[in-house]
Structure formats: C-alpha cells, structure tokens
C-alpha cells in the first residue's frame, strides 16, 4: 500500500482518515474484522500506541467496535441513524436555527423524498400513516395531547423518510424532523391550539395517502410541494408567537434598573 506523508495534524488523527480511506478502497463492510493490531501497525507504518489511540478515536465514532480477547480485535460497525443525527444535532444545538431556515431546505429535499417512495410502501405503511391521520384528528384540547399531536405530524413523514431509497433524501428529511421535533418541544409550540394548522395538516395528510395507495408520483408531488409551502408559513408564524411570548412573559431588565 502505498503511504502518503504526513501533515502537521495529530498522528493518530491522520490514522484514523487513512484507515477510512483504506476502508473505502477494500470496500469492507460492516462486520468484517479489520487485521489484527499488529498487522495495522505494519500497513500504516505507526507505533503501537498511535494505532491503539487511532482505534479507539474510531470506536468512540461508531465505525468499529473493538472485542477484548484473544480471538477479539476491531469488527467493523454500521453508524446508526440515531448516532449520526445526534452527533450533528450537536453542532447545530449552537447554531441558532430560525423556522424559516429549516424550512428553505425542507421545501426542497421532501418532495422529491416523497416521490421517491411511491412504488416502495407497503400495507403496513399505509396502516401507519392511517393510524397518525387518526391521531392527528382526534386531539384532547390539553398541552399533552397537543404535543403529541404535532409530533405525530412529523412521524407521518418519518414513516416515508425511513423507505426512500436515497439515503441522503432519507437521513436529510428526518434529521430535519428531528430538529423540528426539537423546536416543538422545547419552544413549547404546542401551548396554544392552532385550529387552522390542524385543518390543513389533516387535509394534505389525507391528500398525500390518497396518492400514495393510487401511486400516482406527480399527485405526491404536488401535494408534498403544497403542504410544505403551508408549513413553512406556519411555523413561522408559530416561532414568532412564541418569541413574543417569550419576550413579553420575561422582566424588563432596562425597567428594573431604573425603577
């Protein structure tokens, strides 16, 4: 294997890329073993200690899982959705997100989602998606169920999410659901019914189904293009609300100091 020189960057940082590159290149994948320690140690051409501090940087990043033992050593993981997305909704945690900048990609990437999975539900899907319509309808005016209400919106379109071939379209769209959720959840936008919302949900989710068991790819789309193009003035509407009464319910530091 040919070597590339090293930069100036931590070495067992430059390990754990060239392993991956390496990877990459033996198209190995999960649960294949990678060589034995000492094995590495020869390929890459590192002490011991950086490939054992190069290993463990994988490990903590789900690539590998590493088995104690004599017959153990690295196997290869698959990073599971719930990882990746948890990892970047770190680095988004202090990005301070606005509603209409989730939803400038939103409106994007989920028609084309949507249509992407047309010919790959099946009847336990569309049981599911029933079931969420039917929830969605039958909400007890409580900040409970209203919370409930708008996540189960969102699971309505994790269930498509999770069967698009794309894995981009897939991890994209539900990441953003999750970041919604998020917002839902921790701006409280549940406190205050929002009759007109829960009507237009209800409506393009009914829509939506309805093209989905006829398979009919440029009925999906219009109907995800149209949904979205209402959600985006809702939410922002909604973060508004929410900002307002967040302003108006906190003191007035400028009023305190000079009472």
């Not at 020869?42 to 789900?62: D, P, Y």
């Not at 196997?75 to 945690?93: H, R």
Request: charged content about 30%.
């Amino acid at each position: 294997m040919d070597v590339a020189p090293l930069s100036r960057r931590k070495l067992s940082d430059q390990v754990v890329d060239r392993i991956k590159h390496w990877l990459m290149a033996k198209n190995i994948k999960p649960g294949d073993r990678l060589p034995q320690e000492k094995e590495l140690v020869e390929i890459f051409g590192v002490a011991r200690s950086t490939m054992r501090e190069a290993l463990k940087a994988l490990e903590v990043q789900g690539l590998i899982s590493i088995v104690a033992g004599r017959s153990g050593g690295a196997i290869i993981a698959e990073v599971g959705y719930e990882t990746a997305a948890g990892l970047l909704g770190n680095y988004f945690y202090f990005q301070n997100l606005q509603a209409g900048q989730i939803y400038d990609l939103r409106q994007l990437v989920e028609p084309e989602m949507a249509v992407s999975v047309v010919d790959l539900l099946t009847e336990d899907d569309f049981d599911r998606l029933q079931h969420l319509i039917e929830a969605c309808a039958q909400v007890e005016d409580t900040p409970e169920f209203r919370r409930q209400q708008r996540l189960d919106e969102l699971e309505f379109h994790n269930v498509l999410a999770v069967r698009s071939p794309n894995s981009l379209y897939s991890f994209t769209c539900r990441f953003i659901n999750k970041v919604l959720a998020d917002q839902v959840v921790f701006k409280r936008m549940y406190q205050q019914r929002q009759l007109k919302i829960d009507r237009e949900n209800h409506t393009a989710h009914s829509e939506l189904l309805e093209a989905y068991r006829a398979r009919d790819k440029d009925r999906v789309h219009k109907a995800m293009t149209r949904h979205m193009r209402e959600c985006a003035c809702h939410i922002v509407e909604l973060d508004a609300i929410v900002q307002t009464r967040f302003f108006s319910d906190s003191p007035n530091p400028v009023r305190q100091r000079t009472a």
